[in-house]
């Protein structure tokens, strides 16, 4: 595993707390053979959907792919984490509705090396409604992405806590899709009604969309509810599940409020070196065919054991 640097060729700040400089990794994760875009999605709130789009998009970035987070939660938090302006400005909701193309609302994310963010703002609230009248209204994000899906190596999608229209938009738009599971009670429940709708989907609009990645969040390895729900996932989902637990950790719940992710406000926390090696395992199951050799579920944390970033 490897540390990450800081070099002084990056966004500038008028804050103490803000991400000055670029955090590279001094070694790049695999390049996929070609843009994999991914669709972040579970209904149920709170599982830490956002912040797993986030910061597995800064780690990607880190390890010197080219990455695009699209915000198309109304509330705006993955804007927010990634310290990009999104209130009063234009955003998806814009070129959902045709308004603006979609190379005119992309920002820059400071203090990283290629990582871009479309943002959401106040007016996707409005998106739901405005999307039922209009042609095609569940590919409207895919046509949009035709135009810019080749400058990247991945793109994020963190899609709202519901089934509506801008989560089918964003299903329809991608190849895979990425699902946060909470280790905790009722974490299962809903998830068939999810699994029911990307089958819809795959069936009717987007037939190359997979299921390729489960995620376990706010894992506490102390519990033995947490234990079970993770066993259980596993047994039901050995091939999709990343078998590293992002651990429930206070570094990376606070990290939003200085509008950063947790792999630059505490780079060493449990937190930020879990979510580097699922991002790490990302970028290995994305190599070309005969590049792999990582075994996807063999790897292991000692969460408590301080270390370097993968």
Avoid: W
Wanted: overall charge negative; proline content about 5%.
């Amino acid at each position: 595993m490897a540390d990450s640097r800081e070099t002084n060729s990056g966004g500038s700040s008028s804050s103490d707390n803000k991400v000055v400089g670029v955090r590279r990794l001094k070694e790049s994760m695999a390049k996929p053979a070609s843009t994999r875009i991914f669709t972040v999605a579970n209904q149920k709130g709170g599982v830490g959907k956002t912040t797993t789009t986030v910061n597995i998009a800064a780690a990607l970035s880190m390890g010197g792919l080219r990455v695009l987070v699209i915000d198309l939660d109304p509330q705006g938090n993955a804007s927010t984490a990634l310290g990009v302006p999104h209130r009063d400005i234009a955003g998806i909701y814009d070129v959902l509705m045709g308004d603006e193309p979609i190379t005119s609302v992309v920002q820059k994310v400071a203090g990283f090396p290629s990582l871009d963010c479309i943002p959401s703002n106040s007016s996707l609230a409005n998106a739901e409604v405005n999307l039922v009248s209009m042609v095609a209204r569940e590919l409207r994000l895919k046509e949009a992405l035709v135009e810019i899906s080749p400058n990247y190596d991945y793109i994020f999608i963190d899609c709202p806590p519901s089934l509506g229209l801008l989560t089918i938009n964003a299903l329809a738009a991608a190849r895979e899709l990425l699902i946060p599971i909470q280790t905790e009670y009722y974490a299962l429940e809903g998830l068939s009604q999810l699994l029911e709708t990307y089958g819809i989907v795959k069936k009717r609009l987007n037939a190359n969309l997979e299921l390729s990645t489960i995620v376990l969040t706010m894992f506490d390895g102390r519990t033995r509810l947490s234990n079970d729900v993770a066993a259980n996932v596993r047994s039901h989902f050995p091939n999709e599940l990343i078998d590293i637990p992002i651990p429930r950790a206070v570094r990376v719940s606070e990290a939003p409020s200085y509008n950063q992710t947790v792999m630059t406000y505490d780079p060493l926390s449990p937190g930020a070196i879990a979510y580097m090696q699922v991002a790490r395992e990302i970028a290995e199951r994305g190599k070309p065919k005969d590049e792999i050799n990582f075994d996807s579920n063999v790897v292991n944390i000692n969460y408590k054991r301080d270390g370097e970033i993968a």
